[in-house]
């Protein structure tokens, strides 16, 4: 009843018109307003990451389905050993009008794994080895050693060009008074007028997902996009018509990280008692999400460098075993003391459905759950992040010894070595070592895969859910109906 009560008071902010069905694409961006902001020094939003990909592309990018297609680049070339890329760029020009040189997107791109970039990408690049203009419109990236997912990093918008803070296209955005953005399409003077077959222009909104959805829900918006489990449960009390709620078959981090490595968390078989004790059958159910699986590795299944990852000992043990074993491992810790830990979670109607759940299998065991604001001081705190890319490097790395309170130095030295391995089974064999040194130290309670849904009107044919939750503006509809 609460979440159907705030949807109608967010309904009652919203003006009575409706988007027009020839009209520009209006879309709600769950988030603030949006902003053209350098990923080298903060991260994207997801009203920054569409505004990002809209107006300042980068050298590839997703297609509706999540594969690769052109964008700065018209072409590219992987050499035979996989350690050098040769991109040849498309005509295009900058904001200001001037030509967009190999030179220029190279500098872009060195930028991103300089010792100053705060990039989220950089720690999966420190395998380049160079970016080298090699003439007015050809650049090459070379590797020290192969990766077979880098297009994948390429497309996404945290590598997209941007250079004098202005991007290079395809779309131009135009603030309104209202606080949204029109995008328009760039199209070069030499193209004929009344040509046809260029994308629509695009509202973009920046807005809570209450707000949000109540805007579609009134017909006021053709797409919801950028949300997550902590929101889905207004989405799902808004009762969208049709195939309107769409999820993306994302992959990542959904789970728990110990941010101490001091006190009763400082064994591994506390940590490990905490992760046991959760009935994530019933945690998924309660979320509701088609197709949406239990986890209990820290890398998913199907990525080829590492197709066994490493699940805990207890595994294939039935629940209420697991919970005996761990109430036991929790008595021998910490002896008669209460046990409390402090879980930071964002806030949201789903974060506080995923914290009961929680508490009350902690309960279980004996241990005490309180919830804390999600800047607070916390003994563990939500991930919910998207994989970039198919790379078991991307999960391991989130636990090495300069990200995590809790790690395996031993687990580290295997990722290095990994990072410059040449031959595919050696590779593989130090990622699956690292996966298994990081399993047995417990630094993270891996819960399912992230939840990314979206809510999407009739007329956007183009729209189609990929993997990386990626819906580029010009592709979201591709014809008029």
Known sequence: M?????????????????????????????????????????PLAPPDAMLTESTAQGLVRFDPSGQIEPALAQSWIVSDDGLRYTFRLAR??????GAVTAEQVAARLRAVVSRASRNPLKPLLLVVEDVEAMTENVLEISLQAPRPNLLQLLAQPELAVIRNNAG????????????????????????????????????????????????????EADLVTGGTIGDLPIAQAADPPGAALRFDPVNGLLGLVFTESSGALAQPALRGA??????????????????????LSIVPSGIRE?????????????????????????????????????????DGPGYRLLFAHLRRDWRAIGVTAQRVGFGADADLRLIDAVAPANLSTWYLRRFSCDSSSVCSEAA????????????????????????RLLADAVPFIPLAAPVRWSLVAQRLNGFQP?????HFAGALLVERR
């Open 168 to 219: 290079t296209g395809p779309f131009r955005a135009a603030a309104r008074e209202d606080g949204s953005l029109l995008l328009s399409m760039h199209r070069p003077e030499e193209e004929e007028e009344g040509e046809s077959g260029h994308a629509p222009d695009l509202l973009l909104r920046g807005e809570p997902a209450a707000l949000a959805v109540a805007r579609f829900a009134r017909g």
């Open 306 to 346: 590492l197709p066994r990852p490493a699940v805990p000992a207890w595994a294939e043990s039935p629940l209420p075993v697991r919970r005996a074993i761990a109430e036991r491992s929790i008595a021998a810790v910490s002896g008669e003391q209460p046990v409390t830990v402090r879980v930071a979670l964002p």
């Open 466 to 470: 990929n993997p990386f939750g990626r």
């Open 274 to 295: 905490l992760s046991m004790a959760i009935d994530r059958a019933a945690l998924v159910a309660a979320m509701a999400v088609p197709e949406l699986q239990p986890r």
């Open 92 to 97: 295009a020009q900058w904001a200001n009008g």
């Open 2 to 42: 609460a979440i159907r009560a705030t949807i109608l008071a967010a309904c009652l902010l919203l003006a009575a018109c409706e988007a027009a069905e020839d009209g520009p694409i209006a879309v709600s961006a769950v988030g603030g307003p949006p902003r053209l902001v350098n990923p080298n020094l903060q």
């Open 412 to 435: 580290d030295r295997q990722l290095d070595s990994a990072r410059l391995a040449r031959n595919a089974a050696e590779r593989q064999q130090l990622l699956a070592d690292a996966d």
